[in-house]
């Protein structure tokens, strides 16, 4: 087996991942980051939900993974305008605030 020596990258120089074999690709777009089992249990919650189908409990864990993602990079835009590194409470707060999709969490942070 040949090794290759580490290069200084070139400024400028890009590094192209290798690509992903087609039946991981789908693999990983079908996991979610939140156990499925803990989505469905605070679903049945709900007395309004009889039954759901695996399919809808990966959707709402799903929405939920892109919801939590939006709102945390939104937060982090506002600790690194303060060039902080850390995510704060506040960071939250001004982003709910200045985001519209965000309007239903007014208020909520408040302790």
């Given at each position: 087996m040949a090794t290759?020596?580490?290069r200084e990258i070139a400024e400028g120089e890009?590094?192209?991942p290798p690509p992903v074999p087609e039946e991981n690709h789908v693999k990983n777009e079908r996991s979610s980051k939140f156990?499925?089992?803990r989505i469905k249990?605070?679903?049945k919650t709900d007395p309004d939900l009889t039954l759901a189908s695996q399919e809808?409990?990966?959707l709402i864990a799903k929405a939920a993974?892109?919801?939590l993602d939006n709102l945390?990079?939104?937060a982090y835009e506002y600790t690194s305008r303060n060039k902080k590194k850390t995510v704060k409470k506040q960071d939250v707060e001004l982003s709910v605030e200045s985001k519209d999709a965000f309007a239903f969490l007014e208020g909520i942070l408040d302790s």
């Open positions: 290759s020596t580490p890009v590094l192209i156990p499925l089992s249990v605070i679903m809808s409990v990966f993974e892109l919801f945390t990079k939104s």
